[in-house]
């Protein structure tokens, strides 16, 4: 039996992009995805860009899972949100606790993702399909991984349904994670989530800001191939699939795949893997 697999987007900011996106939901849907997840910007900020890529997704006939960050936001606004997604028959969100837009003082009601899972249960119901963030490597702005771990099965326990891993490139950081996850009773799926090498240098910049390692192997190959795409392609197509092999191996419920709003890759190693 196949591996399930699932995409992420962002919301397009032109209308060459929205063209772009339905054409990549059209081919990524030919793996039968489970959802498409949408992010939602900072504060926010892509609010409404979120809702129209949602339902451009829901209109071509596939689940749609639009982030919901809760930062800087009220009960209330959080609630009008969530109206608006049950109006148009969307029964899955990905809960994150989410960043503060510049400038931003204040962090609003909600303290963590914790709190806003137990808010969309509560006032949802248990109809809803809630993912949230997991990290293997633990959080950027965590010192200290047993507190990380702390964080997470609270917001396991307020209700979440399953979990989306932080990208990551060290199938060994992602099983020892579900380890102790496990070892504290939370036996709900851990689906890892990986980023294909669209762009080397956006990709070793995402790590260094998120607390990501890339091997020191892979790093040094890359940087030696410079300018040479097709290389830096094909390689990291190699080291992806090597990665993605291990955790099929390991028996992950699925796998989720970093998109950023391009098919090829994901195509390629979807292919290689037999999935979908």
Known sequence: MSTPVSFEFFPPNTPVGAEKLKTVVRELGALNPQYFSVTYGA???????????VMDIAASGFEAAPHLSCVGSTRENIAEILATYRAQNIRRVV?????????????GEFRYASELVEFIRATQGPDWKIEVAAYPEYHPQQRYAAKDLQHFAAKMRAGASAAITQFFFNPDAYFHFVDEVRALGIAAPIIPGIMPFHNYARIAQFAQRDGIEIPRWVALKMEGFMDDSASIRAF??????????????????AIHFY?????????????RLGLG
Do not use: F, Y
């Open 43 to 53: 504060g926010g900020s892509t609010r409404e860009k979120t809702l129209q890529t």
């Open 95 to 107: 809960a994150l606790r989410g960043d503060l837009p510049s400038g931003t003082a204040t962090a």
């Open 236 to 253: 990291g197509l190699d080291v992806m699939t090597r990665v993605c092999e291990r955790l099929i191996a390991g028996g992950v419920p």
């Open 259 to 271: 998109t950023l709003n391009q098919s090829a890759l994901t195509l390629e190693l979807c292919k």
